[in-house]
C-alpha cells in the first residue's frame, strides 16, 4: 500500500467536439426503414479535437496540459522534462517516487527511455507490460471528463469552447476521486 501512495499516474486522451460513438443499431419492421420516426441526423467526424495529458497522485490532482502538437517523443519528452520531473522531485525528495505510463509509441521511444535513465536516481520508472489491458487508474478520470462534457447542453461549437470546458471540468474535479 506504502508503493501505490507514491505513485504519479499519468496519460493523454482526445477530446470530440462532436463526439461520435460508432454504430447505432435499431430493430425496425419491415417497410419502416423510409419512416422519418426511424431516422436519426448524424454529424462527420473531423469538426476539431484537443488533446489533454494529465497526471495525479494521492497527494494532488496536477494541472492539465493542452497538447498543441501531435504527441511524438520529443513533445512527451518536453512534458515529462517541465511537468513531471519538477513535482516529482518535489513530492518525494528521497528520491522514493515512482511514475506510470503506459506503452504508447512516444513513451517507449528510445530518446524518453534514456531521460529516465538519467534521472532514476530521483524517480523510477513503473514497468508496464506488454499486451495489457489499460489499468491506468487516470483512464477512469478521461471517462468522467467526458461524461461530464457530453452531459452540457448546448454542446461545444469550436475547439475554444471545448478547450475551455474540459480545462474547467478537470479543475473541479473530486479530490476523492483520485485519492
Given at each position: 500500500m506504502d508503493e501505490w501512495k507514491r505513485v504519479v499516474w499519468s496519460d493523454e486522451s482526445r477530446f470530440l467536439i462532436h463526439h461520435i460513438n460508432g454504430r447505432v443499431r435499431v430493430r425496425i419492421l419491415p417497410g419502416e426503414q423510409l419512416?422519418?420516426?426511424?431516422?436519426?441526423?448524424?454529424?462527420?467526424?473531423?469538426?476539431g479535437s484537443i488533446m489533454l495529458w494529465g497526471m495525479f497522485s494521492l497527494v494532488a490532482l496536477r494541472p492539465v496540459i493542452v497538447v498543441e502538437q501531435t504527441m511524438i517523443a520529443a513533445n512527451y519528452l518536453n512534458i515529462i522534462a517541465d511537468q513531471l520531473h519538477p513535482y516529482v522531485v518535489f513530492v518525494?525528495?528521497?528520491?522514493?517516487?515512482?511514475?506510470?505510463?503506459?506503452?504508447?509509441?512516444?513513451h517507449k521511444a528510445w530518446i524518453v527511455l534514456e531521460w529516465f535513465k538519467d534521472h532514476i536516481d530521483e524517480f523510477h520508472?513503473?514497468?508496464?507490460?506488454?499486451?495489457?489491458?489499460?489499468?491506468?487508474?487516470?483512464?477512469?478520470?478521461?471517462?468522467?471528463v467526458e461524461w461530464q462534457l457530453r452531459a452540457q447542453t448546448p454542446p461545444c461549437p469550436n475547439i475554444s469552447t471545448l478547450c475551455?470546458?474540459?480545462?474547467?471540468i478537470w479543475y473541479n474535479l473530486s479530490p476523492v476521486m483520485y485519492q
Open positions: 419512416l422519418l420516426s426511424c431516422t436519426a441526423g448524424h454529424t462527420q467526424a473531423g469538426s518525494f525528495p528521497t528520491g522514493n517516487g515512482i511514475f506510470q505510463q503506459d506503452n504508447a509509441p512516444c520508472l513503473m514497468s508496464c507490460p506488454l499486451n495489457s489491458p489499460d489499468l491506468n487508474p487516470m483512464e477512469y478520470i478521461w471517462v468522467v475551455d470546458c474540459c480545462l474547467d
